[in-house]
């Protein structure tokens, strides 16, 4: 995909019906509207459902080998996830300006924390990106620039993390471009993750918020670490050609393994032409259907 094409024709889409202007307000609380893929931001997708991610070898080798009891180690119960996780998770967003003291034009916005995610500083002021050798956190570095009536923030410098919560990795050379665009009471944020390492095609997600006059919370709970039960010493993982899961997609729903495992491929309704003869459509949807007694 032409990821210059591809953020035309989202701008495109989103703006069709809205006048160009300058810099608007996205300061207030802004409620999710989770039933929006509400399997993958409510319990979370099946193990290895990675259908319509552009995966190379190396992202599709990474992903088959996390084990979700990775998270229940005593040092990973309380680990950040990364800005990725604005969209990726089930939570609603909190955003605010920070004025220059000097100016009083907007230095920063800010995306606030929650329980697994640090809070977001987009720089407004211009300041340059640190070099490539400077450290990476969860929290990455971010930067921000007005297009229009659209916020377009650039984050880099943030560590390995995961773009689906099935294990479909992320690496630390990865740059996440953030579009905000308000409509109204209706806040539309797009992400684009560009991995040179796991990816061979930019991914896109969006999401959909609405204006809330109840604040959203900022930071959650504190997460305490606990034991889950997880052997001393033992990184929980799958060796290659191991995981269980490879076939659960087939199992449950008929579609092939190639669909699941993902590819550029399967981001396209040309796939599906290709896949077609191989699909077998189930006599009874299993579980996580629309309408639970549907045939």
Same mark, same amino acid.
């Given at each position: 995909m032409n990821? *210059? %094409?591809?953020? +035309?024709?989202?701008?495109?889409?989103?703006?069709?019906?809205? $006048?160009?202007?300058? @810099? !608007?307000?996205?300061?207030?609380?802004?409620?999710? +509207? &989770?039933?929006?893929?509400?399997? =993958?931001?409510?319990?979370? $997708? &099946?193990?290895?459902?990675?259908a319509g991610l552009p995966f190379n @070898?190396?992202?599709?080798?990474k992903a088959l080998s996390f084990s979700q009891s990775i998270i229940s180690m005593p @040092?990973? !119960?309380?680990?950040?996830?990364?800005?990725?996780?604005i969209a990726a998770g089930p939570?609603?967003?909190?955003?605010?300006?920070? $004025?220059?003291? +000097?100016?009083? %034009?907007?230095q920063a916005w800010i995306v606030g924390a929650w329980e697994t995610r640090a809070p977001m500083t987009i720089w407004m002021d211009g300041r340059p990106h640190p070099g490539k050798n400077a450290p990476h956190d969860q929290t990455g570095f971010t930067t921000g620039v007005w297009n229009g009536n659209e916020l377009i923030a650039t984050t880099t410098h943030i560590k390995t993390g995961y773009i689906r919560r099935n294990g479909a990795p992320s690496s630390d050379q990865a740059t !996440?471009?953030?579009?905000?665009?308000?409509?109204?009471?209706?806040?539309?944020?797009?992400?684009?993750? =560009?991995?040179?390492?796991?990816?061979? @095609?930019?991914?896109i997600l969006t999401r959909?918020? *609405?204006?809330?006059? *109840?604040?959203?919370?900022?930071?959650?709970?504190?997460? !305490?670490?606990?034991?889950?039960?997880?052997?001393?010493?033992?990184? $929980?993982h799958y060796l290659p050609g191991k995981n269980p899961f490879v076939d659960e997609m087939t199992k449950l729903y008929g579609i092939p393994e190639e669909a699941s495992l993902g590819g550029a491929e399967t981001m396209y309704p040309e796939f599906r032409d290709k896949i077609k003869d191989k699909f077998k459509l189930p006599a009874k949807c299993p579980k996580n259907c629309a309408n639970a007694g549907a045939n």
């Open positions: 990821l *210059n %094409k591809a953020r +035309i024709g989202l701008a495109a889409l989103l703006c069709v019906s809205f $006048p160009a202007m300058a @810099e !608007i307000d996205l300061s207030g609380s802004w409620a999710s +509207i &989770n039933h929006e893929d509400a399997l =993958e931001r409510g319990g979370g $997708p &099946n193990p290895v459902d990675w @070898e190396a992202g599709r080798a @040092e990973r !119960i309380c680990w950040f996830q990364t800005q990725w996780h939570f609603s967003l909190r955003m605010w300006a920070v $004025p220059d003291p +000097i100016t009083g %034009k907007v !996440i471009t953030t579009h905000f665009l308000r409509h109204g009471d209706l806040l539309t944020v797009a992400l684009f993750m =560009e991995d040179p390492v796991y990816l061979t @095609e930019p991914y959909s918020y *609405n204006l809330s006059t *109840n604040p959203v919370a900022i930071g959650g709970p504190p997460c !305490i670490v606990g034991d889950e039960g997880v052997e001393s010493g033992r990184v $929980p």
